[in-house]
């Protein structure tokens, strides 16, 4: 349910004016972002007296802005009375807590336009970056660079749907099962975050808001079609009866891809349900499934994409064209006594077929008018076979998480007090193997060359405090205490002679325990109805994966238990200034320190593992990021968001083998893969009145700043700048049967920019003499580039049925 959160003491003045606001679906911002249409500030209040429901919602001055509000109030409440409720404090604990920097991306700012996949929204707000992964929807997502270096799915903070969690207890997430289509809001939330959502929230958390029934009230279907085959049928359909509301997403989405070798095929289901079985207990189901099917291109190297970006004619590997991405296989699919065959990602038939499946349930109790009990569990099971290159993962990887906590709005010493309290516990436990693919076609797969038992468990306690010691001023306490258990057991299989006599088996064990306690602390001053000040310190960390343990640098099995996990202190500094109803500014300061980063860089070619993971002793973060929301006209808007990041090791030396071991000094060089500028920004108009009511359009700007790809600072991605262009009309229909119809067109990337769209972190080399092999050697360097989307053209049709 999408509510509108303010802080005790807006009148219901305030309230009201963030409901119409809400009704508008315009951009909802909190802390440091973009501000409804229309905001209404309001005197403080007198306090209430104890024992009355104290008011959740959060206004601007308070460090929160209005948030959306559905038009049917959720279940067995209005929207005020459901707001003054300790249940939707704890609601706004995944969606904007207070002092937190955080941005709420409303539907309205993607409802108008084709939106394929997380990258489509998430870029309008600051400090996101994203990065193409492996699979037509897997998305690196990266907040304050946290999560650039990651060569596949997402690490370093945790994702919530609607709440439940879809991160796993190893700390992978993957946006694959993430259609837009069935969102409200997105919530990011920035800086570390490990006091409220524990281990890995190291850069911070999203929490997707699916649309709840009665904000559907009947059945959409739309259709996005386009550019290279792309093709998405979906359907939401939702009600509100009685106590219950329920509301049912599901998509069919297929395209051939802009790369050779990139058709896909995935469908998704999400479904969200509540039952109010008493004036106490609330009960809520959620259920997601995604099925994916895809062809995957290899990675090239910089010098490839510069011959072949899109890797057309790479149908065969003797007659392919220049620039294409190949793999050398096992013709006996065991070992070289039969020979290589170099084959292209189309001859091998690499790809990806995954699926995942949550199911989780969550029952939450009132004691009374200010206490509420929640208790949440939620089952996630990954499923996956993935012939990426010369190796095929496959495995099962079934997850549980259960949650219990308590929140209490009340007084303390006479200060208006919010009081949380929770504990959790969660455990993956899976054997996954990696095999061969030999030449044959359609992934052919040899024999076995690793086998992976791992256990990974979470739990721990976690406790907040917010208080408000002036009408003005906020304070914000919290504390997180975590302990994690991996265990692993890792096999390595060989063989020798034409035949494949198994070798002695290679077996590397890992038992690691981490205790982690991370404190934090917020203060919130409202300088008056303008002004909003805000600072913060708060820390993360995250400990390492299992199968980080047993790769070492040269891409080979072997032992790297030796990995800490990371730690960060952060410090955020902001300030919100809202002077009238048509301009907000927000700008954030930041400065983390990091212990033991975990850095992940791809492998030498030709490894049995693609990635090697190790701790930098220490880094620096810092940056600002920048928001703005301008309605400068009737009918006209323009908004922006901006991120500088300047991202160093500070120590951190690093080895490089070539025969003899050679030591270099990456102090002061550059993080590679951190874009050290990036801007979204975009002006539209919409006709309200007239004739041409409904009719709009706007044209975007994004831009992402050249980075290095290598510890050295020898090599650099190039940066871009896309123009992206949209038309759409909206009307409401008037009749028995429809409610209303959206139409759209897009144009993305106008002139055609050729660009990089990912860019892995590749190894540095060394001659036999220790020296550093330069630009012009790491740019042959391959397992890294995706080249970005030319020019396409994305038309569309949404129609509600009443």
Known sequence: MLRCHARRGVSIVAVQAALLASSSGVFAQSSNTVLPAVTVEAPQAARPKPMTRPSRQRSASAGRAARPVAPTPSVGASPQNRAQTAGAARDGLNQAPAGQTATTIDRSQFDNRPSFSVSDVLRDSPGISIKQGNGPRDFGISIRGSNARNGFGIRN?????????????????????????????????????SALYGNYATGGALNFRTRPGGTIDGVEYGLDGGSYGYLNNYLAAGKKVGNFEGSLFASDTRGDGYIGNSWFNTQTVNFLGTLKATPDDRFTVKIINNDLSARLPIRQSLSQYYQNPFQQGCATGVTAAAGCGTVRLFNNGFNATAGTDTETAVQAGLGRNDRRTIVGGRWEHDFDNTTTWRNQFVFDDRNISQPTGTTSAIGDFPSYNFMSDVTKRGEILGLESTTFLGGFYNTLTASSDTRNVMPGGNATLGRITNNLYSETSNYGVRAREELKLTPALLAVAGIGWEQTVLKGTNTAYSYSGPTGVLDPLKITAADRQFQNTAPELALLYTVNSEWLVRGRVATGYGTPQVSNLFVTANGQSGNNTQLQAQKNLGYDLGFDWTPNNTLKVSATGFYEFFRDELVSQATPAGSPNTSYTFNAPRSEHRGIELA???????GWRFMAAYTYLDEVYTEYIENITNGAVFSFNRAGNKIPGISPNELTARIGYDEFAGPLAGLGGFVEVQWKDSFYMDNANLLKAPGYELVNVNVHYKTDLVSDTFRSLNLFLEVRNVFDRTYVASANNIANTVTAAGIQNPASVLANTTGSIYAGSPRLFVAGMKVAFK
């Open 157 to 193: 903070l945790v994702i919530f749907d609607d709440g439940f969690p879809v991160t796993q207890p190893d700390g992978l997430s993957r946006s694959d099962l993430i259609d837009p289509h069935a969102y409200g809001a997105i919530d990011v939330i920035r800086g570390p975050s």
């Open 628 to 634: 703005a929301d301008w309605k400068f006209h009737p």
